[in-house]
């Protein structure tokens, strides 16, 4: 059997993982969510930068996984016009990121968090909607990185800066207020809700995630059905199986065909599900609304909620 040299086997060389292995000439592409064992069995030839999204960079610096770049969740890639609402950073902003990051556009990227792959899936999704294809989604973050016996570092990975230019914007990603008021009656488009039961039936006001500012208005968007961001995953952090994302997917009347719109307080909770049906399950058309509720819920937009429940 023919063997080459991988990522793994330099970690072992280097002291970084506690177990050696081999890595096979027949390892596999990524896909849009990848294990550890799958990421460390690429061969040196692939281009990989490894990005952590994080919220600390003082802890980043003590404690990361090897060849790692901090991205911050909230200087790095939040439109600063807009911080109340977690809009994603116009193209400018992003070519001049992911040219400060080192990428090119033949760079894989894979992406994690120690966040139940919140920042990441929403880091995926803004660059996916920038048309960087080659991304992906450390399953179970850095929590699975340890978990499989590779230790962290401190070292700081030197970057050399590119000149990122992107080629096309997927705005097929990403609505507005307007489409969804213009869609509220239309059959086939379908709204999901990636917050807490309690602010989707209006039991609990809904807050912006980073800032805690309250909304005005309690409720969901009228004909959302609700998906709990945090049931796209087991306890551990990793993605539920595939088997077991449809079938929560399909109880909620959610399957592929139409338009599906995910949305949640502030547009970050809106990334873990809009990854799960279309990268995951593969829906066809899956968008998000990134201003999200820090907008509907504080217009005089029509709002819908457990009455006696929004009294409190």
Not at 17 to 44: K, M, W
Not at 236 to 245: E, N, Q
Request: hydrophobic share 40%; aromatic share 10%.
């Amino acid at each position: 059997m023919r063997i080459r040299f991988c990522l793994v086997q330099a970690l072992v060389l280097t002291g970084l993982a506690s177990t050696p292995s081999i890595c096979h000439a027949e390892a596999g592409p990524l896909g849009p969510l990848v294990t550890v064992s799958q990421f460390t069995s690429q061969p040196p030839s692939v281009p990989i930068r490894i990005l952590e999204v994080g919220q600390d960079r003082a802890s980043f610096a003590k404690a990361h996984l090897p060849r790692a770049v901090f991205v911050d969740w909230v200087s790095d890639i939040i439109d600063p016009e807009k911080v109340d609402r977690y809009n994603i950073i116009d193209q400018v902003a992003m070519e001049a990121l992911l040219g400060r990051l080192g990428i090119a556009r033949h760079t894989h990227v894979v992406l994690y968090d120690n966040l139940s792959s919140r920042l990441a899936t929403r880091m995926y999704w803004s660059m996916k909607y920038y048309g960087h294809d080659r991304v992906h989604v450390l399953d179970g973050g850095r929590s699975a990185w340890v978990s499989a016996g590779y230790r962290l570092t401190a070292e700081e990975m030197r970057v050399t800066a590119t000149q990122y230019r992107i080629g096309k914007v997927n705005n097929e990603y990403l609505v507005d207020m307007n489409f969804i008021r213009s869609s509220l009656d239309e059959p086939t488009v379908q709204l999901l809700d990636g917050r807490p039961p309690t602010q989707f039936s209006g039991e609990e006001i809904g807050r912006v995630f980073h800032t805690g500012k309250p909304h005005k208005n309690r409720g969901h968007i009228p004909g959302a059905v609700n998906v709990f961001w945090k049931d796209n995953f087991n306890e551990d952090g990793t993605f539920r199986s595939v088997d077991a994302l449809r079938k929560l997917y399909r109880e909620r009347g959610l399957e592929r065909g139409g338009t599906v719109v995910t949305y949640c307080n502030e547009g970050l909770h809106a990334a873990p599900p809009w990854f799960v049906m279309k990268e995951l399950l593969g829906f066809d058309d899956v968008r998000v609304y990134d201003d999200s509720m820090s907008e509907w819920a504080n217009e005089p937009l029509p709002i819908e909620s457990d009455s006696a429940l929004s009294r409190k």
